[in-house]
C-alpha cells in the first residue's frame, strides 16, 4: 500500500519525519484528511490535532496554527510549536483557560490577545480529552 511521509517542523526542531497511511491536519477553518496522491495545496492551520494512521494505530499531536504544505507524498506542517498530546496537562491548560475567561480585555488588541489564548487552551483540551476516549 502507498504511504505518505510527514513531517512536523517547529522553529526549534524537526519534531517528526515518518512514514504513515493517512494524515489529518487541523486547517484554520476544519480537518482535512489527506492520503497518497493527495493533490499539491497549501493551507493555513488552526489550532488543533493532527492525527497520522499507520495500519492501526493512530498518533496524535496538537500543533499551534501555521501552515501545511502537500506535495509529492510529503505532509509538511510548519508551526510556531507542537507536541504529542500525551504530554498536554490537563489541569494547566484548564487553569489558563479559567483565567483568561476571567481576565478583563479593556482594548482591542488585549481582547485578541485573550481570544487567541481561549482558542490555544480550548483546542488543547479538545485534543487531550479526544485522545483518551
Avoid: W
Avoid at 494512521?53 to 504544505?69: A, L, M, N, S
Avoid at 484548564?94 to 483568561?100: F, H, V, Y
Amino acid at each position: 500500500m502507498a504511504k505518505i511521509n510527514c513531517v512536523i517542523v517547529t522553529p526549534e526542531e524537526t519534531l517528526l519525519d515518518e512514514q504513515c497511511d493517512f494524515v489529518v491536519v487541523p486547517l484554520y477553518d476544519g480537518e482535512l484528511g489527506i492520503a497518497p496522491s493527495h493533490a499539491p495545496m497549501i493551507g493555513r492551520l488552526g489550532y488543533g490535532e493532527l492525527r497520522l494512521k499507520t495500519g492501526e494505530q493512530t498518533t496524535r499531536y496538537y500543533v499551534d496554527g501555521g501552515f501545511v504544505q502537500v506535495v509529492n507524498d510529503v505532509v509538511t506542517v510548519l508551526t510556531n510549536s507542537a507536541m504529542p498530546v500525551s504530554q498536554i496537562n490537563l489541569e494547566e491548560v484548564r487553569e489558563t483557560l479559567r483565567a483568561a475567561t476571567h481576565r478583563r480585555a479593556p482594548t482591542e488588541d488585549a481582547l485578541r490577545q485573550r481570544e487567541q489564548v481561549v482558542a490555544r487552551a480550548r483546542a488543547q483540551i479538545r485534543a487531550a480529552e479526544r485522545a483518551v476516549r
